[in-house]
């Protein structure tokens, strides 16, 4: 079983950078499909970006060319790059994994999750 640790959160202005890592132990993360998702107030939670255990990624059209998920193998870590942020991106950003090899980005794809950091973009 997979224990995440998400950080990097804060606060930005917009047009601005942020890397958010997830740290995983207990298991080899690579074993795991793995996903970021967020959630504002009052709004469902969202999957922003995956990555299958075979490499495959697959991203949100509202952050499609903004951010790029990756994996660190060696250090058992994910991070999401995330760049030109927006008002909107504002959220609380979790880390998930599933042993399923896929690419969903439905919050009921994920086993495993990660109690989130903060981010938010202000104008």
């Known amino acids: 079983q997979v224990q995440l640790v998400e950080s990097g959160g804060g606060s930005v202005q917009a047009g601005g950078s942020l890397r958010l890592s997830c740290a995983a132990s207990g298991d080899l993360f690579s074993k795991y499909s793995r996903a970021w998702f967020r959630q504002a107030p009052g709004e469902a939670r969202e999957g922003v970006a995956v990555?299958?255990?075979?490499?495959?990624?697959r991203y949100a059209n509202s952050v499609k060319d903004r951010f790029t998920i990756s994996q660190d193998n060696a250090n058992n870590t994910l991070y999401l790059q995330m760049n030109s942020l927006k008002p909107e991106d504002t959220a609380m950003y979790y880390c998930?994994?599933?042993?399923?090899?896929?690419?969903?980005?439905?919050?009921?794809?994920?086993?495993?999750w990660g109690q989130g950091t903060q981010v938010t973009v202000s104008s």
């Open positions: 990555i299958s255990r075979n490499g495959h990624t």
């Open positions: 998930a994994a599933d042993p399923t090899n896929w690419v969903g980005l439905s919050r009921n794809d994920y086993s495993y």
